[in-house]
């Protein structure tokens, strides 16, 4: 078996970068990029990775039934409440936001550990007002992710940009375009089933070898 080796750069560290279509020599590339992570991975991370996003579903799940809606309402105010919040805080904020509209309260009626326009989103999200649609690709795929499991839906968020390109990007410099999103996607849907994994799974552990071996890309 072939070895990879983590060579890390930090070519452009402040340059706003932006991912476009890749080439087939470009999508080889990545794909090492990510062997690399994986390799990186202890068993522990395997294991957390296996089950973070079943995890995270059961909590959709039984949010939903608590409030009598769907694991997807649920997993949408999720995501509109996840920038800069914890992911403890995130899920607490979650069922606050269920709470209150369950006992006729305005989003201003509350506070969460987000930005006042995630907040007042997440109301409109709970509420069935507006949708999370493909026209967002991670907010969209990490919304199914969590709702349903779906396999065919893969979050690609900063972490796995900086895995894919062995850079460490800052998350204010960096984006996909639709086309690169469809393509990394695809590619992480089959490096994991290559080893018996689903997308999710698959990007789990990258996500979580990718920030335990930070201090390594810097």
Same mark, same amino acid.
């Given at each position: %078996?072939? /070895? ?11 340059? *706003?970068?932006? %991912? ?12 090492? /990029? ?14 957390? =990775? ?10 959709c799940i039984d949010t939903a039934?608590? *409030? ?5 309402? &649920? ?9 800069? +919040? ?13 709470? !209150?509209?369950?006992? =006729? ?6 506070? &969460?550990?987000? $930005?006042?326009? /995630?907040?007042?989103?997440? $109301? ?15 907010? $969209?795929?990490?919304?199914? +992710?969590? !709702? ?24 204010g410099s960096a984006q996909i =375009?639709?086309?690169? *999103? ?16 689903? =997308? *999710? ?7 979580? !070898?990718?920030?335990?071996?930070? /201090?390594?890309?810097?």
């Open positions: %078996m072939e /070895n990879y080796y983590c060579n890390f750069s930090t070519n452009a560290f402040n340059k *706003y970068y932006i %991912m476009r279509k890749q080439t087939k020599s470009e999508l080889r590339k990545i794909s090492k /990029n990510l062997d690399c992570f994986f390799n990186l991975a202890t068993d522990e991370e395997i294991k957390q =990775g296996k089950k973070w996003y079943k995890l995270a579903n059961q909590f039934n608590e *409030y009598k809606t769907t694991p997807l309402h &649920v997993a949408s105010v999720v995501s509109a409440l996840s920038p800069r +919040n914890r992911w403890s805080q995130n899920l607490v904020d979650a069922k606050k936001v269920f709470k !209150a509209i369950s006992e =006729g309260k305005e989003a201003e009626q509350i506070k &969460v550990c987000t $930005f006042h326009k /995630n907040k007042f989103k997440a $109301f409109e999200l709970a509420k069935g007002n507006i949708f999370i649609t493909e026209d967002s690709p991670k907010t $969209f795929n990490f919304v199914r +992710n969590i !709702a349903h499991l779906d396999p065919t839906a893969v979050t690609i968020d900063i972490w796995h940009i900086r895995a894919c390109l062995k850079q460490f990007k800052s998350i =375009g639709k086309v690169a *999103y469809k393509q990394i996607k695809a590619l992480t849907i089959k490096k994991a089933q290559k080893l018996g994994l689903t =997308g *999710y799974e698959y990007q789990a552990i990258i996500w979580l !070898a990718t920030q335990n071996n930070i /201090n390594n890309l810097k």
